[in-house]
């Protein structure tokens, strides 16, 4: 079956880095783009960033742009998420995704906390 494993969050100070791994099995992941998502308390999840199969597209959100770039390796079945310049905005727990003929597979999370 689906799954999608995310892993590398955890607390970090304003204008620090993370990186978020999301690995995933179950699937073709080559042949499917894949996507980042974050969930604030009290927020609706919002799309973060996408990227094509091939990853040769990427896309982000307005808030996250120059700041956050998305990548993946095929081979290892794994997007990735380079977080840079953090704010405490960007404190959510942070999902991947892929769609699947027409249907939505989600990661459970990784918290991502940003605060001195």
């Known amino acids: 079956q689906v799954q999608l494993v995310e892993s590398g969050g955890g607390l970090v100070h304003p204008g620090g880095s993370l990186r978020l791994s999301c690995a995933a099995s179950?699937?073709?992941?080559?042949?499917?783009?894949m996507s980042w998502h974050r969930q604030a308390p009290g927020k609706e999840r919002e799309l973060v960033a996408r990227?094509?199969?091939?990853?040769?597209?990427?896309n982000y959100a307005d808030s996250v742009k120059d700041r956050f770039t998305i990548s993946r390796d095929n081979a290892k079945n794994t997007v990735y998420l380079q977080m840079n310049s953090l704010k405490p905005e960007d404190t959510a727990v942070y999902h991947c995704?892929?769609?699947?003929?027409?249907?939505?597979?989600w990661g459970q999370g990784t918290q991502v906390t940003v605060s001195s």
């Open positions: 995704k892929c769609n699947i003929w027409g249907r939505d597979y």
């Open positions: 179950g699937f073709t992941f080559s042949y499917y783009a």
């Open positions: 990227i094509t199969n091939t990853g040769g597209t990427t």
